[in-house]
């Protein structure tokens, strides 16, 4: 398992290089997206209008951030991943339309979206709940898009400082912890029900 | 003077409020305070039972994968709690529980207190506001909504008013579900237990606290099984529960779906008696970030 430091953009390169299993930590700019930014992003995409972020190679960190007012300032208080599973298929339509991409994620179950990340991209996991360690890596908001879907759902772009560790669980290869894992449990819970039953 | 004990594990808090006024009862106000600081206490500070579990299965893990999943959340705990800021950016959807002391006379609107903590909970701790209309998806902003809060009422002997609060987070309730199985058939519910932990795979953020509502009714069961998250310490488990746990760990999901030995710290079960043609059994997960803090009022 190696360890590996990025700073966004991250080139194609580096992201084929990783396997499952390997460490990265993250630097530089990134962006949040949930449920709604997903929708839209593919909107504008299929439209052909341009995003007001530049999605090849950028890192989409899949979370909609606990934010407190500070006057007319907004600070990032907890910042944890949410599961993605639910925008596979956007995710899916996306990927088709850009070069390359890093996805930081959260416990998934299966996640059949290796296919469509194969030589394209990698999906991290960073562990859900861990949202106040996270926000210790967020160094400043750089600016707000789509505010319009609401801040949880808007889309964030925040400057961090060594986000991780995450792991590659979904890597440019077709490896997939989250499947293996998937195959695993099902022959574990074969064997129980024939104890319990 | 109003005492109010903040009951939470196996520590007491004692919190002496209007320490300058006399207060003859409990008031309006108060109740307004006690839900502000439980939901503040809840979504910052995982009670010691929990940090134990987690430890504990630090040490069992040897899955490299799983420990370095379980010593991040162990250092996320720590953070939290020293910068006094919450654990996850999820601080859920409000669930408080309620028990009312028959002995009690309330002269103002109880649950208008408890709706107006929630609301300034969210912008005080803060909470993030998650509360949006279930068609148009259109958020409250303040965590208060059509039958949100949601309150479960109970009465109890006494003149006492029990507060508890249990912010619950979508990803773990998402992956919850109810059965009404064959009444004859009780060796089904080991089944519907492991299959439904199954099923959730890595999404509820694993480790999980299993909570198991066993008879009652359709509406009961669900309710029984949120309740028994509430346990006070969630090691003290009985021989079913055990046996339970140690199938569902069996399952090899381990921490965050990545694999290993944990996938639930443990599974608590609360019973009622059923009609004598149901079995209806229910199954409420939640994520390792269980967050809950009770206050005891007179």
Redesign the interface.
């Known amino acids: 398992m190696a360890t590996v430091e990025w700073t966004t953009p991250v080139s194609k390169e580096e992201i084929l290089k990783v396997r499952v299993g390997d460490i990265v930590y993250i630097s530089g700019e990134i962006l949040t997206a949930r449920d709604r930014a997903h929708e839209r992003a593919l909107k504008y995409l299929e439209a052909g209008k341009k995003l007001p972020i530049d999605l090849n190679g950028a890192v989409v960190f899949y979370c909609g951030p606990l934010i407190k007012k500070i006057g007319e300032r907004l600070k990032i208080v907890s910042c944890g991943p949410t599961t993605t599973m639910r925008m596979n298929g956007y995710i899916r339509e996306i990927v088709k339309r850009i070069s390359h991409i890093v996805l930081v994620g959260k416990g998934e179950k299966g996640n059949e979206i290796a296919e469509a990340l194969r030589g394209k991209g990698v999906f991290l996991a960073f562990p859900g709940g861990v949202g106040a360690l996270a926000a210790r890596a967020v160094k400043s908001i750089n600016a707000i898009h789509w505010e319009d879907l609401g801040l949880p759902e808007a889309v964030w772009v925040l400057e961090v400082e060594k986000l991780g560790p995450c792991v590659v669980a979904i890597d440019a290869h077709g490896n997939n912890i989250y499947e293996e894992v998937e195959r695993r449990v099902e022959e574990n819970f074969r064997q129980l029900l024939v104890k319990i039953e | 003077m109003i005492i109010v004990d903040i009951l939470q594990k196996n520590a007491t808090y004692i919190c002496l409020l209007h320490k300058k006024k006399l207060m003859p009862s409990i008031d309006y106000h108060t109740v307004v305070e006690t839900v502000v600081e439980l939901f503040r206490k809840a979504v910052t500070e995982i009670g010691d039972d929990v940090i134990l579990a987690l430890r504990k299965a630090y040490e069992n893990e040897d899955n490299?994968?799983a420990k370095?999943?379980l010593k991040?959340?162990l250092?996320?705990i720590e953070?939290?709690r020293k910068?006094k800021?919450?654990?996850?950016?999820?601080?859920g959807i409000p669930v408080v529980f309620v028990e009312l002391g028959r002995e009690l006379h309330l002269d103002f609107d109880l649950k208008a207190a408890i709706v107006e903590g929630v609301r300034k909970a969210t912008e005080e701790v803060?909470?993030?506001?998650?509360v949006v209309h279930p068609i148009t998806r259109e958020?409250t902003m303040d965590n208060v909504g059509l039958h949100v809060p949601h309150l479960n009422v109970d009465i109890t002997d006494g003149d006492t008013l029990k507060l508890t609060v249990l912010p619950k987070?979508a990803?773990s309730e998402n992956v919850s579900a109810l059965k009404m199985l064959p009444p004859t058939k009780p060796?089904k519910i080991?089944?519907f237990v492991?299959?439904t932990v199954?099923?959730?795979?890595?999404?509820?953020?694993?480790p999980t606290i299993v909570g198991v509502g066993i008879g009652s009714t359709f509406d009961g069961a669900a309710k029984l099984a949120k309740k028994a998250l509430l346990r006070e310490n969630i090691l003290e488990m009985n021989e079913f529960e055990l046996e339970l746990l140690e199938?569902i760990n069996?399952?090899?999901?381990?921490?965050?779906?990545?694999?290993g030995k944990t996938t639930s710290l443990a599974v608590l079960v609360e019973m009622g008696h059923c009609h004598l043609a149901s079995l209806p059994v229910a199954v409420n997960i939640q994520?390792?970030?269980h967050r809950r803090a009770s206050a005891v009022l007179r």
């Open positions: 490299e994968l370095n999943n991040m959340i250092e996320n953070v939290a910068s800021i919450p654990v996850c950016q999820d601080t803060p909470l993030r506001p998650n958020n987070g990803g060796n080991t089944r492991i299959e199954k099923e959730a795979g890595g999404m509820p953020c694993p199938k069996s399952l090899g999901i381990g921490p965050m779906g990545l694999g994520c390792w970030a």
